[in-house]
């Protein structure tokens, strides 16, 4: 009796579990965020950045930085689709060796606010460039050297088009909506039947969906669907399981981002509107690095094609053996050696465009995340 009474008991807390559970874990965010940037050579803080009324009400951005007292160009940093800060681990303390670096949650994303975004295309493209530059007004920064990934890379050459006095250099990594979709008889040569049917079927989900739908298991879908994620990371984080988790807790919360990502794709691998069409409108004293992952899905001829439409401007194409898509995480040490290269010609082209003063009066309304800054004793960058 004993022995089935403990059988019942545990059933009962099992199905009390998945009942109680919720999908908003914000606190669990920040825990697990926190846990990995531990690790971490040099100092961070850590605080909400108020940009005001851009897309929601009262938008705040999330957002870190590390060695802000440095007069180089500042590195700011986005990242890709699902993603947050936490996940430019392998990198923050080779960038922060030389200059400030100010890595954000994009608007949507991660620990930053989740306002509903526009389902048109461009609009909703629009408001995530806002965005950016709303946090950088906020910030107080001139210019910038601007390095994204996949979504990042987008959504950093689209800002770069409509600011380019801003952005000192644009890296993009891997970046994803340059080239144009292929057409549809191309996609049904090289593209299996049952893959296509599964794409038409998911369409008008968004991408991540599969994580919420399971609930209390997302992070177990996340480690079953993406085990090289964490032999990505084990190095720096010994618990790699860290990794899923902040995955799962990044996208286990209102989806919003991931809508607006929704509403410019076309089919998960193109945007509706890509951005080798509209390349050639970037002023062309803007310096471009992409760099690609080999062995990633991305299409990377669309580096040539931006390298062709770019005649008489600083294009520079790199690509890392062995490394995919999350080329920043397979192969951190020649990653960050190409983006320290492109920081230093940025900081060689310091009066490539004149400073510009806005002349509006603003504020900054900086919250903090109500923890102090946290310093880890510095060790030699080689050990």
Known sequence: MAEASEIMECKQSWVGGILNWSSSSPTMLRTVEKKILSFLRTSYRGWFVDIGSTVGVSDKIWTISLNPESQNT?????????????????????????RPVYAIDILGFGRSSRPSFSSDAMEAEQQMVKTVEEW???????????????????????YAISHPER??????????????????????KT??????AIAFALQP???????????????????????????KFESFVPDANSITEYIYQCNSQSPTGESAFHAMMSGYGWAKNPMV??????????????VYGARSWVDNSAGEIVKDKRIGSYVKLQSIKGAGHHVYADNPEIFNR????????ADQNRNRFPAIKSSENTESDIESDGTPQRRIMSTPANS
């Open 205 to 231: 989900l968004n991408p991540l969906w599969a994580v919420r739908a399971a609930g209390p298991f997302g992070q177990w879908v996340i480690n079953k669907a993406r085990p090289d994620l964490v032999k």
């Open 167 to 188: 952005v000192k250099h644009l890296i993009l990594a891997d970046p994803w909506g340059f080239p144009e979709r292929p057409n549809d008889a191309t996609v049904r």
């Open 74 to 98: 500042p590195l700011v940093l986005l990242h890709g689709l699902g993603s947050g800060v936490a996940l430019w681990c392998l990198n923050l303390d080779a960038f922060a060796g030389s």
């Open 277 to 290: 069409r509209r390349i050639n409108t970037m002023h062309e004293d803007v310096p471009i690095t992409l």
């Open 191 to 196: 593209v299996p039947l049952w893959i296509r």
């Open 338 to 345: 190409y983006v320290v290269e492109a920081c230093a010609v």
């Open 136 to 158: 950088r007004r906020e910030m107080k920064l001139d210019n910038m050297i601007l390095l994204g990934h996949s979504m990042g890379g987008f959504l950093a050459a689209s």
